[in-house]
């Protein structure tokens, strides 16, 4: 495999595959059924398919709660986060620390997360401890803005 960035040859996934399989607890952050929407689903079925290719991988998932509500969650559901309440988002980025998570992977689409244009998500990434990776969703958006 070539790397453009580093203009080098690389190693073959497979020959790496031994660090990948190193990760022993990851947590999932965005919707997730009962919620009815396509990042609840996405976030369902990555969860399946990571512990179906990982059957021994912690996979913790830290669901958005819809102030409306959702009703019940099920048992993969490890914490809530209301959208609109700033310490929630500080209490689960420390229990995420306390447990040992050692990667976050955030389900991100504009209007999931609270504050101004979503800014309590970003009180959590800089209480996190471990390495973030975000699956984007793509949205119109009638009113953008520059924080956006």
């Known amino acids: 495999m070539y790397d453009l960035v580093k203009s080098e040859e690389r190693a073959p996934l497979a020959e ?73 988002y500080v209490d689960a980025a420390r229990a995420m620390n306390d447990d040992g998570v050692e990667l976050a992977c955030i389900q991100h689409e504009y209007g999931i997360f609270g504050g101004p244009a979503g800014d309590h998500l970003l009180t959590l990434l800089k209480t996190l401890t471990c390495p973030v990776v975000t699956t984007k969703a793509r949205t119109t958006i009638k009113s953008a803005s520059c924080k956006r």
Request: aromatic fraction near 4%; glycine fraction near 6%.
């Open 16 to 88: 790496t595959s031994s660090k990948l399989t190193k990760l022993r607890r990851i947590a999932l952050i965005g919707n997730f059924p009962p919620r009815r929407c396509g990042i609840a689903t996405f976030t369902s079925d990555l969860r399946d398919a990571i512990l179906s290719a990982q059957p021994t991988l912690l996979c913790d998932v830290v669901a958005m709660s819809d102030p409306l509500g959702d009703g019940p969650y099920p048992d993969a559901v490890t914490r809530l986060i209301r959208q609109d309440v700033l310490t929630d």
